[in-house]
C-alpha cells in the first residue's frame, strides 16, 4: 500500500507570470495533499479547482505542466487521464461532491514522461486544446490508472489556499470510474502548482513579497514586478486574514515608482501576524489578481524575573537530588511565553548552561548532593530574550547515608535484615560505573551494567575473618531488579551478582569473603525500570555450606562411585539413597545410608544396584554440632544387556499370520553396538533369527510400546561375522522382502545409542487372503444384534466368511455365543443379555483352505450404541428441562462423563403428556461444539435421523436451548433421549448418535416418562387433518372448526412460518424452506396442537 509522507513547510501563495504564453498558478512546496495523484498508491483520482481570478486570462490553454519532486521516474504511476472543464463552484463543500464527468472534457489520455531528477522539475502534459473563457473557474480533473505503486518519498507540489478547492480518494484496490467517483478522501484547501500554457496574463501577478527591516512596530516591503508596470495596490490587516477589495482591510497604499513600501508601515502592533495583499496595475483598468502575503512583528522584550520563590536565594540545605525550581514572573512589560534556565560555575555567571526551557513559573532540575548551584530564570518570547537578569545561588544537602560508596549504610554485624526502599536514596552511578564482570565469584543473569541504571542504595561490610556469606535480597513486584557485591571505593571489581528481568528474589550465595576487606552491596535495577523499589535485604555468614557438584563415575549395571565438593572445610560428610522414587532424608525413607569421612568421595560401597534404575540420592556437611542443607542428586544404572543383543545370541521368532498372533516383545535398553550391524556405529541394536518354511513376500513390522525414539529394521542373509544386508535402506521402520525357504534370516532392531525402547516384533507371509473390513453391529430388540462387515479391498476375493461372537473381552472361542460362515456380509446373532458387551471376531474365507487371520474384536452393546472419545476437551457441563407438566431434570455442574459417555436414564428423568412441550438448556465446557437431542419415540434401541428433534447448524459454545413437543399420540411409556455436542460436527443431528466427528465431545442419555394424566390438550386428534407428511412444498390442514394460527417453527426454535387463516380449510407453503424437521403448531378453538412435519 503506499501511504501518505508529510513534510511540513510554509506555503505561500502566489501566481507568477512565467512568459510570454503561460500562467503558473501556485509555487507552494507541500508534498502531502496527494494531489493530483498520490504516487504511493494504486490508484488516485482528484479534481481542483482554479478560480478565474487566480488565473486572470482567457484563451486556448494547450498543454499543463504539474510541479514533480521525487527521485524516482514513479515508473507504476504514470498512466493519466486528464478531464478539464469550466464550473461555477469556487470550492467542494463535502467528500461527495464531486463536478459531474459529463460537464467535463478529456483531453489527455497516456502515459507522462517523468525525469527524477531529485529536484522539483515541471512535468508537461501535452492536452487536446481546450478553450477557456476566462470568466467561469477552471477545473482539472486527474486519475491514474496503473495498478501498482512507488515509493512514499515521490510527490508533487502543491500550494495552500484559503478554500477547499480540491477533492481526491485514493486506494490500492480498484481503478477510479469518474461517471461513478467513491466517496472522497478529503477536500483539502490545496492546489496543485499547475502551468497553463497557451494564455497569457493582461497584467500579470506581480510575486515575491519580503518583509525587510522588522522591528516591533514596522516593516518595509519589497516585491518583485508581474512585468513592467511601477503601481500596485497594497492592503492589510492585523490578526486575521481578509477579502481584498471589500474595505476589509486595516490599511491601503497605493505604490508608484518602484516595488517596495519603506519607511510607510509603521504603528504596527508587537508579535502580531499581518496579512498583506497586493495587485499589480497595469493602467487602463487592468489589474492583476490579489496576491497574498504574511508577516510577523518582533516581540518586545520581556523584563527579567524578580525573584526566586524556591528555593530561596542562597538557601541551603535543599532538599536534591531533583531540586523544584519556582519564581516571580516579571511584574512590567511584556508578558514572556516563557523562561529559560541557565545554571553557572559563579556567581558572576561563568559559563552559562542552558538547563531547560518551560512555559510556567517552575521547573524542576537534578543537581548533585553538596552542590552550590548558580542559577537564574531568564524569560523569552517569540522572538526576544531578556538580559541582565540576577543569577541566584542555593546549596544542596549533603548526601543520605547509603547514597554511594563514600557514604554507605555500614553493616558492623551479621546477621543483618533491613526493609527500605531505594526512593530515599538518589540515583549515584550509571551503568559505566561497573568494573568488568570476568573473576566473578557467582554470576547469574546477563550481568548487564544497565543493571546498575536506577536509584541505588549502598551498604559496606567489613568481614572480621573470612567466611562464606550469603547475601538476598527480596521485592514486592517481578521486575528488572539486581544486587551487586564490588570491592574497592569507586568500585574496582565485581565480587558477584544477580540479574534479571523477573522474579521476586536475587541471591548471592555462598561468597568467600576475606578478613579487612571491604565489600560494597548495591541493590538498583535496570535503568529507569523500575527506578525505584522497597525491599527487604539479609546478610548472614553459612557456617556449614552445602556440598555440591556431586558426581556418578565407574557407573555399572550395579554399582557406582560417587564424589563431590565440600561446602567449606568440613571433613564429614551424610549420605542417603533411595532407588526409582525420590524421598525425604533424614526420615528413614532410604534404601540405605552413610556418612563419609575425610575426602568427599564414597568409593566402592554404593554397590548391589538395580540395573536400569535411577536412583536419588541426598548427602549433607557435617561440620561438627552444625550440619548444612541436604543437596539432591540422581543417577541412572545402565540396563543390563538382553541376551540377544549380540548377532550369535539372535532370539528366533516363530512366522505369524497378518494379525501378529506370534509376535515376541523385546527391548534395546541396554544394549551395545556390535561389528554386525553395518548401518551406523551409533546404534545400540538387538538381534533376531526366524527360518521362512514356504518361498514368498514377508512382511518384518515393529512396533513401539515403551519410548519413541527412531528405531530401526535391517534383515541379512549369511551368518554372524559375515553377514549380507537384504533391504536396500538403514532406515526402515517396516521391511517387506522376497526371502526363500529354508534360509534363515538375521533381523536388527536398532535405536540411537542415548535411547532405549521396548517394542514388539512379528514377522509374517504377505497374505493372499486378507482380513474383512469394517465391523459393525446393531442391535435389534429384545436379544439380537444384525452382524456387518465389507470384504476386503486386495488379495484373493473371500467365496465366504467366518463370524463369532463372544462376551467381551474372552477371546476367540471363549463362551462362544453364536457363530455360523456365510457367503454374504451379513449375519445376525440373538440370545444376547440386554446391556451386556460383545465381542465381534470375522474371518475370511478365500476357498481351498486359505483363510484370512481373524479381524476384531469389534465390541458392541446389546442396547442402545455407545459412543466413546478420546478427548475430554468439550463436554456438557450442565442439562436441566423446565416447564415440563410433571417432573424436570436438573443435572448441573456433571463434568465430564468417563470414556465421554454419560448414562443418566435411571437417575434423571422429565415427565409430561402427549403434545406437551418442555424447554432444555446445555450449557458446555471447551470451546465451540454442534449439538444434538434425539429422542427414541419407537424404542427400537436406535436413533434415526428422524427422531433428531433439535441439531445446530453452526458451531458455537452455547448455551444450547430449545423447545421439544411430545408428538400427538405417543404412548405411555419410558422413552430414551440423547443429548450430544461434537467438536468437529456443526450439525449432529444430521448423523447418527453413535460417535463423534472426532474424539472430542460427549453424550448423555436421560429418560422421557410419557404420562398423559399430565396432559391438557384441548384439540382431539380427530378434530382435524394434515397432508402430505412428508411435504414437497403445501401442507394441507382439514379441521371442524375454523384454524385460528399455524405457526412453523425449526429445530432450533425459530419461528419461520405465521399465518392466520380463520378457515375450515388452510394450506401452509412450505416450499422455500430447508429439507429437514419442522413443528407446526395449530391453534383450534384457541387451543394449540403440535405436529411434526418432515420437509423434503
Same mark, same amino acid.
Given at each position: 500500500m503506499k501511504k501518505i509522507t508529510l513534510l511540513i513547510a510554509l506555503a505561500i501563495f502566489s501566481f507568477c507570470w512565467q512568459s510570454s504564453a503561460q500562467v503558473q498558478i501556485g509555487n507552494g512546496n507541500y508534498e502531502g495533499s496527494s494531489l493530483p495523484i498520490d504516487p504511493y498508491f494504486g490508484y488516485t483520482y482528484s479534481q481542483s479547482i482554479y478560480t478565474a481570478a487566480q488565473?486572470?486570462?482567457? @484563451?486556448?490553454?494547450?498543454?499543463? &505542466?504539474?510541479? +514533480?519532486?521525487?527521485?524516482?521516474?514513479?515508473?507504476?504511476?504514470?498512466?493519466?487521464?486528464?478531464?478539464?472543464?469550466?464550473?461555477?463552484k469556487s470550492e467542494f463543500t463535502s467528500n461527495t461532491d464531486w463536478i459531474d464527468i459529463s460537464n467535463l472534457t478529456q483531453v489527455y489520455s497516456g502515459t507522462i514522461t517523468v525525469v527524477g531528477a531529485g529536484t522539483a522539475e515541471w512535468i508537461n502534459i501535452d492536452i487536446t486544446d481546450f478553450a477557456y473563457n476566462g470568466v467561469d473557474n477552471l477545473v482539472v480533473a486527474v486519475t491514474e490508472s496503473a495498478s501498482s505503486y512507488n515509493s512514499n518519498s515521490d510527490n508533487f507540489l502543491t500550494t495552500s489556499v484559503g478554500a477547499a478547492q480540491s477533492i481526491y480518494e485514493k486506494n490500492d484496490s480498484n481503478a477510479h470510474d469518474p461517471m461513478s467517483p467513491p466517496t472522497a478522501d478529503g477536500t483539502p484547501a490545496y492546489i496543485p502548482n499547475i502551468i497553463l500554457n497557451g494564455i497569457t496574463q493582461s497584467c500579470p501577478d506581480p510575486s515575491n513579497m519580503i518583509a525587510n527591516t522588522m522591528t516591533t512596530t514596522s516593516a518595509d516591503l519589497s516585491w518583485s514586478a508581474g512585468n513592467t508596470e511601477t503601481t500596485w495596490n497594497l492592503e492589510w490587516k492585523a490578526g486575521a486574514d481578509f477579502n481584498p477589495g471589500t474595505g476589509e482591510e486595516d490599511g491601503s497604499d497605493v505604490v508608484t515608482g518602484s516595488a517596495e513600501y519603506v519607511g510607510e508601515l509603521i504603528a504596527l502592533n508587537q508579535n502580531t501576524e499581518y496579512y498583506v495583499y497586493y495587485q499589480a496595475d497595469c493602467g487602463g483598468g487592468d489589474t492583476s489578481g490579489w496576491v497574498s502575503y504574511t508577516f510577523t512583528t518582533l516581540a518586545e522584550t520581556p523584563n527579567c524575573a524578580e525573584a526566586p520563590i524556591t528555593p530561596l536565594n542562597?538557601?541551603?540545605?535543599?532538599? @536534591?537530588?531533583?531540586?523544584? %525550581? &519556582?519564581?516571580?514572573a516579571p511584574s512590567s512589560g511584556q508578558t514572556p511565553t516563557g523562561y529559560n534556565i541557565y545554571t553557572y560555575d559563579d556567581a558572576s555567571g561563568t559559563n552559562p548552561v542552558l538547563e531547560t526551557s518551560v512555559v510556567t513559573t517552575t521547573a524542576s532540575i537534578d543537581f548533585s548532593y553538596s552542590q552550590v548551584v548558580y542559577w537564574s530564570a531568564v524569560p523569552v518570547n517569540a522572538s526576544a530574550e531578556a538580559s541582565g537578569c540576577a543569577i541566584w545561588s542555593f546549596t544542596v544537602e549533603d548526601a543520605p547515608l547509603g547514597y554511594d560508596c563514600s557514604n554507605p549504610i555500614v553493616v558492623s554485624s551479621v546477621p543483618y535484615s533491613t526493609s527500605d526502599d531505594t526512593a530515599n536514596y538518589g540515583d549515584a552511578y550509571d551503568p559505566s560505573d561497573v568494573p568488568a564482570l570476568t573473576g566473578a565469584q557467582y554470576t547469574n543473569g546477563t550481568g548487564s551494567s544497565s543493571y546498575l541504571g536506577s536509584n541505588e542504595t549502598v551498604y559496606s561490610f567489613t568481614p572480621a575473618s573470612d567466611g562464606v556469606y550469603n547475601f538476598d535480597l527480596t521485592l514486592p513486584t517481578s521486575d528488572w531488579h539486581s544486587l551487586? %557485591? +564490588?570491592? @574497592?571505593?569507586? +568500585?574496582?571489581?565485581?565480587v558477584a551478582y544477580h540479574t534479571s528481568t523477573s522474579g521476586s528474589t536475587r541471591s548471592l550465595p555462598l561468597i568467600s569473603l576475606?578478613?579487612?576487606?571491604?565489600?560494597?552491596?548495591?541493590?538498583?535495577?535496570w535503568s529507569g525500570s523500575p527506578q525505584t523499589t522497597t525491599y527487604d535485604l539479609d546478610i548472614y555468614e553459612v557456617t556449614c555450606p552445602e556440598p555440591s557438584d556431586m558426581t556418578a563415575d565407574n557407573l555399572t549395571e550395579t554399582s557406582?562411585?560417587?564424589?563431590?565438593?565440600a561446602g567449606n572445610a568440613e571433613t564429614t560428610w551424610n549420605i542417603e539413597w533411595k532407588a526409582g522414587a525420590d524421598f525425604t532424608p533424614g526420615m528413614g525413607e532410604s534404601d540405605g545410608l552413610d556418612t563419609v569421612t575425610s575426602t568427599p568421595e564414597y568409593n566402592g560401597m554404593l554397590t548391589g544396584l538395580d540395573d536400569n534404575t535411577t536412583y536419588y540420592v541426598y548427602y549433607q556437611a557435617d561440620c561438627g554440632g552444625e550440619t548444612s542443607d541436604w543437596v539432591a542428586f540422581t543417577f541412572t544404572t545402565p540396563a543390563t544387556p538382553p541376551s540377544n543383543n549380540d548377532c550369535s545370541n539372535a532370539t528366533t521368532i516363530t512366522v505369524s499370520d497378518e494379525s501378529c498372533n506370534n509376535a515376541v516383545s523385546g527391548t534395546t535398553a541396554g544394549s551395545t553396538n556390535s561389528a554386525d550391524y553395518d548401518c551406523s556405529t551409533s546404534y545400540r541394536e538387538v538381534w533376531y533369527e526366524f527360518t521362512p518354511s514356504a518361498d514368498g513376500l514377508y512382511n518384518i513390522e515393529r512396533t513401539l510400546t515403551s519410548g519413541t525414539a527412531s528405531t530401526y529394521l535391517s534383515i541379512y542373509s549369511g551368518s554372524c561375522g559375515s553377514l549380507t544386508r537384504i533391504n536396500s535402506g538403514c532406515y526402515s521402520t517396516s521391511l517387506q522382502e522376497s526371502l526363500?525357504? @529354508?534360509?534363515?534370516?538375521?533381523?536388527?532392531?536398532?535405536t540411537y545409542y542415548t535411547s532405549q525402547v521396548d517394542f514388539d516384533l512379528c514377522v509374517y507371509m504377505e497374505p493372499t487372503c486378507f482380513v474383512p473390513e469394517n465391523l459393525g453391529a446393531n442391535f435389534v430388540a429384545p436379544n439380537s444384534a444384525d452382524l456387518s462387515w465389507e470384504a476386503p479391498t486386495e488379495g484373493t476375493s473371500p467365496v465366504g466368511y467366518n463370524w463369532e461372537v463372544v462376551p467381551s473381552g474372552n477371546g476367540l472361542g471363549n463362551g462362544t455365543l453364536g457363530s455360523g460362515n456365510t457367503a454374504g456380509l451379513t449375519a445376525s446373532v440373538s440370545g444376547l443379555t440386554a446391556d451386556m458387551l460383545y465381542d465381534l471376531y470375522v474371518q475370511a474365507d478365500c476357498g481351498g483352505g486359505d483363510t484370512s487371520a481373524w479381524e476384531g474384536p469389534f465390541t458392541f452393546n446389546a442396547g442402545y450404541c455407545v459412543p466413546s472419545g478420546t478427548s475430554s476437551g468439550s463436554y456438557v457441563n450442565m442439562f436441566t428441562t423446565t416447564a415440563a407438566a410433571g417432573m424436570n431434570i436438573d443435572n448441573s455442574a456433571s463434568g465430564f462423563a468417563t470414556n465421554n459417555y454419560g448414562d443418566y436414564f435411571d437417575t434423571h428423568?422429565?415427565? %409430561?403428556?402427549?403434545?406437551?412441550?418442555f424447554d432444555f438448556n446445555v450449557e458446555i465446557v471447551g470451546g465451540t461444539v454442534g449439538a444434538a437431542i434425539w429422542i427414541d419415540w419407537n424404542n427400537d434401541f436406535f436413533f434415526d435421523e428422524l427422531e433428531a428433534v433439535y441439531s445446530t447448524s453452526s458451531f458455537g459454545n452455547g448455551p444450547f436451548t430449545g423447545t421439544i413437543t411430545v408428538p400427538a399420540s405417543t404412548p405411555e411409556g419410558d422413552y430414551r433421549m440423547r443429548v450430544m455436542i461434537d467438536w468437529n460436527d456443526s450439525n449432529p443431528g444430521d448423523d447418527d448418535a453413535c460417535s463423534f466427528g472426532s474424539g472430542r465431545g460427549e453424550v448423555e442419555d436421560y429418560k422421557i416418562t410419557v404420562d398423559n394424566s399430565l396432559s391438557t390438550i384441548g384439540v382431539e386428534t380427530s378434530q382435524f387433518t394434515y397432508f402430505p407428511n412428508p411435504v414437497n412444498d403445501k401442507l394441507t390442514l382439514n379441521a371442524q372448526s375454523n384454524i385460528q394460527n399455524v405457526a412453523v417453527y425449526n429445530m432450533l426454535g425459530q419461528e419461520v412460518i405465521n399465518a392466520s387463516p380463520n378457515t375450515l380449510d388452510a394450506e401452509v407453503d412450505m416450499v422455500n424452506l430447508n429439507s429437514g424437521a419442522y413443528f407446526v403448531k395449530v391453534t383450534i378453538d384457541n387451543a394449540t396442537k403440535t405436529i411434526r412435519v418432515i420437509k423434503n
Amino acid at each position: 500500500m503506499k501511504k501518505i509522507t508529510l513534510l511540513i513547510a510554509l506555503a505561500i501563495f502566489s501566481f507568477c507570470w512565467q512568459s510570454s504564453a503561460q500562467v503558473q498558478i501556485g509555487n507552494g512546496n507541500y508534498e502531502g495533499s496527494s494531489l493530483p495523484i498520490d504516487p504511493y498508491f494504486g490508484y488516485t483520482y482528484s479534481q481542483s479547482i482554479y478560480t478565474a481570478a487566480q488565473i486572470n486570462a482567457n @484563451g486556448t490553454i494547450t498543454d499543463i &505542466s504539474y510541479q +514533480f519532486n521525487g527521485n524516482s521516474t514513479i515508473t507504476n504511476s504514470k498512466e493519466w487521464t486528464v478531464y478539464i472543464g469550466h464550473t461555477t463552484k469556487s470550492e467542494f463543500t463535502s467528500n461527495t461532491d464531486w463536478i459531474d464527468i459529463s460537464n467535463l472534457t478529456q483531453v489527455y489520455s497516456g502515459t507522462i514522461t517523468v525525469v527524477g531528477a531529485g529536484t522539483a522539475e515541471w512535468i508537461n502534459i501535452d492536452i487536446t486544446d481546450f478553450a477557456y473563457n476566462g470568466v467561469d473557474n477552471l477545473v482539472v480533473a486527474v486519475t491514474e490508472s496503473a495498478s501498482s505503486y512507488n515509493s512514499n518519498s515521490d510527490n508533487f507540489l502543491t500550494t495552500s489556499v484559503g478554500a477547499a478547492q480540491s477533492i481526491y480518494e485514493k486506494n490500492d484496490s480498484n481503478a477510479h470510474d469518474p461517471m461513478s467517483p467513491p466517496t472522497a478522501d478529503g477536500t483539502p484547501a490545496y492546489i496543485p502548482n499547475i502551468i497553463l500554457n497557451g494564455i497569457t496574463q493582461s497584467c500579470p501577478d506581480p510575486s515575491n513579497m519580503i518583509a525587510n527591516t522588522m522591528t516591533t512596530t514596522s516593516a518595509d516591503l519589497s516585491w518583485s514586478a508581474g512585468n513592467t508596470e511601477t503601481t500596485w495596490n497594497l492592503e492589510w490587516k492585523a490578526g486575521a486574514d481578509f477579502n481584498p477589495g471589500t474595505g476589509e482591510e486595516d490599511g491601503s497604499d497605493v505604490v508608484t515608482g518602484s516595488a517596495e513600501y519603506v519607511g510607510e508601515l509603521i504603528a504596527l502592533n508587537q508579535n502580531t501576524e499581518y496579512y498583506v495583499y497586493y495587485q499589480a496595475d497595469c493602467g487602463g483598468g487592468d489589474t492583476s489578481g490579489w496576491v497574498s502575503y504574511t508577516f510577523t512583528t518582533l516581540a518586545e522584550t520581556p523584563n527579567c524575573a524578580e525573584a526566586p520563590i524556591t528555593p530561596l536565594n542562597a538557601a541551603v540545605d535543599v532538599q @536534591g537530588e531533583t531540586v523544584s %525550581l &519556582s519564581w516571580t514572573a516579571p511584574s512590567s512589560g511584556q508578558t514572556p511565553t516563557g523562561y529559560n534556565i541557565y545554571t553557572y560555575d559563579d556567581a558572576s555567571g561563568t559559563n552559562p548552561v542552558l538547563e531547560t526551557s518551560v512555559v510556567t513559573t517552575t521547573a524542576s532540575i537534578d543537581f548533585s548532593y553538596s552542590q552550590v548551584v548558580y542559577w537564574s530564570a531568564v524569560p523569552v518570547n517569540a522572538s526576544a530574550e531578556a538580559s541582565g537578569c540576577a543569577i541566584w545561588s542555593f546549596t544542596v544537602e549533603d548526601a543520605p547515608l547509603g547514597y554511594d560508596c563514600s557514604n554507605p549504610i555500614v553493616v558492623s554485624s551479621v546477621p543483618y535484615s533491613t526493609s527500605d526502599d531505594t526512593a530515599n536514596y538518589g540515583d549515584a552511578y550509571d551503568p559505566s560505573d561497573v568494573p568488568a564482570l570476568t573473576g566473578a565469584q557467582y554470576t547469574n543473569g546477563t550481568g548487564s551494567s544497565s543493571y546498575l541504571g536506577s536509584n541505588e542504595t549502598v551498604y559496606s561490610f567489613t568481614p572480621a575473618s573470612d567466611g562464606v556469606y550469603n547475601f538476598d535480597l527480596t521485592l514486592p513486584t517481578s521486575d528488572w531488579h539486581s544486587l551487586w %557485591l +564490588f570491592e @574497592g571505593c569507586p +568500585f574496582s571489581s565485581v565480587v558477584a551478582y544477580h540479574t534479571s528481568t523477573s522474579g521476586s528474589t536475587r541471591s548471592l550465595p555462598l561468597i568467600s569473603l576475606t578478613s579487612g576487606t571491604t565489600y560494597y552491596v548495591v541493590v538498583s535495577a535496570w535503568s529507569g525500570s523500575p527506578q525505584t523499589t522497597t525491599y527487604d535485604l539479609d546478610i548472614y555468614e553459612v557456617t556449614c555450606p552445602e556440598p555440591s557438584d556431586m558426581t556418578a563415575d565407574n557407573l555399572t549395571e550395579t554399582s557406582t562411585d560417587l564424589s563431590w565438593s565440600a561446602g567449606n572445610a568440613e571433613t564429614t560428610w551424610n549420605i542417603e539413597w533411595k532407588a526409582g522414587a525420590d524421598f525425604t532424608p533424614g526420615m528413614g525413607e532410604s534404601d540405605g545410608l552413610d556418612t563419609v569421612t575425610s575426602t568427599p568421595e564414597y568409593n566402592g560401597m554404593l554397590t548391589g544396584l538395580d540395573d536400569n534404575t535411577t536412583y536419588y540420592v541426598y548427602y549433607q556437611a557435617d561440620c561438627g554440632g552444625e550440619t548444612s542443607d541436604w543437596v539432591a542428586f540422581t543417577f541412572t544404572t545402565p540396563a543390563t544387556p538382553p541376551s540377544n543383543n549380540d548377532c550369535s545370541n539372535a532370539t528366533t521368532i516363530t512366522v505369524s499370520d497378518e494379525s501378529c498372533n506370534n509376535a515376541v516383545s523385546g527391548t534395546t535398553a541396554g544394549s551395545t553396538n556390535s561389528a554386525d550391524y553395518d548401518c551406523s556405529t551409533s546404534y545400540r541394536e538387538v538381534w533376531y533369527e526366524f527360518t521362512p518354511s514356504a518361498d514368498g513376500l514377508y512382511n518384518i513390522e515393529r512396533t513401539l510400546t515403551s519410548g519413541t525414539a527412531s528405531t530401526y529394521l535391517s534383515i541379512y542373509s549369511g551368518s554372524c561375522g559375515s553377514l549380507t544386508r537384504i533391504n536396500s535402506g538403514c532406515y526402515s521402520t517396516s521391511l517387506q522382502e522376497s526371502l526363500t525357504a @529354508g534360509n534363515t534370516y538375521l533381523i536388527s532392531v536398532a535405536t540411537y545409542y542415548t535411547s532405549q525402547v521396548d517394542f514388539d516384533l512379528c514377522v509374517y507371509m504377505e497374505p493372499t487372503c486378507f482380513v474383512p473390513e469394517n465391523l459393525g453391529a446393531n442391535f435389534v430388540a429384545p436379544n439380537s444384534a444384525d452382524l456387518s462387515w465389507e470384504a476386503p479391498t486386495e488379495g484373493t476375493s473371500p467365496v465366504g466368511y467366518n463370524w463369532e461372537v463372544v462376551p467381551s473381552g474372552n477371546g476367540l472361542g471363549n463362551g462362544t455365543l453364536g457363530s455360523g460362515n456365510t457367503a454374504g456380509l451379513t449375519a445376525s446373532v440373538s440370545g444376547l443379555t440386554a446391556d451386556m458387551l460383545y465381542d465381534l471376531y470375522v474371518q475370511a474365507d478365500c476357498g481351498g483352505g486359505d483363510t484370512s487371520a481373524w479381524e476384531g474384536p469389534f465390541t458392541f452393546n446389546a442396547g442402545y450404541c455407545v459412543p466413546s472419545g478420546t478427548s475430554s476437551g468439550s463436554y456438557v457441563n450442565m442439562f436441566t428441562t423446565t416447564a415440563a407438566a410433571g417432573m424436570n431434570i436438573d443435572n448441573s455442574a456433571s463434568g465430564f462423563a468417563t470414556n465421554n459417555y454419560g448414562d443418566y436414564f435411571d437417575t434423571h428423568t422429565v415427565s %409430561l403428556g402427549a403434545e406437551q412441550t418442555f424447554d432444555f438448556n446445555v450449557e458446555i465446557v471447551g470451546g465451540t461444539v454442534g449439538a444434538a437431542i434425539w429422542i427414541d419415540w419407537n424404542n427400537d434401541f436406535f436413533f434415526d435421523e428422524l427422531e433428531a428433534v433439535y441439531s445446530t447448524s453452526s458451531f458455537g459454545n452455547g448455551p444450547f436451548t430449545g423447545t421439544i413437543t411430545v408428538p400427538a399420540s405417543t404412548p405411555e411409556g419410558d422413552y430414551r433421549m440423547r443429548v450430544m455436542i461434537d467438536w468437529n460436527d456443526s450439525n449432529p443431528g444430521d448423523d447418527d448418535a453413535c460417535s463423534f466427528g472426532s474424539g472430542r465431545g460427549e453424550v448423555e442419555d436421560y429418560k422421557i416418562t410419557v404420562d398423559n394424566s399430565l396432559s391438557t390438550i384441548g384439540v382431539e386428534t380427530s378434530q382435524f387433518t394434515y397432508f402430505p407428511n412428508p411435504v414437497n412444498d403445501k401442507l394441507t390442514l382439514n379441521a371442524q372448526s375454523n384454524i385460528q394460527n399455524v405457526a412453523v417453527y425449526n429445530m432450533l426454535g425459530q419461528e419461520v412460518i405465521n399465518a392466520s387463516p380463520n378457515t375450515l380449510d388452510a394450506e401452509v407453503d412450505m416450499v422455500n424452506l430447508n429439507s429437514g424437521a419442522y413443528f407446526v403448531k395449530v391453534t383450534i378453538d384457541n387451543a394449540t396442537k403440535t405436529i411434526r412435519v418432515i420437509k423434503n
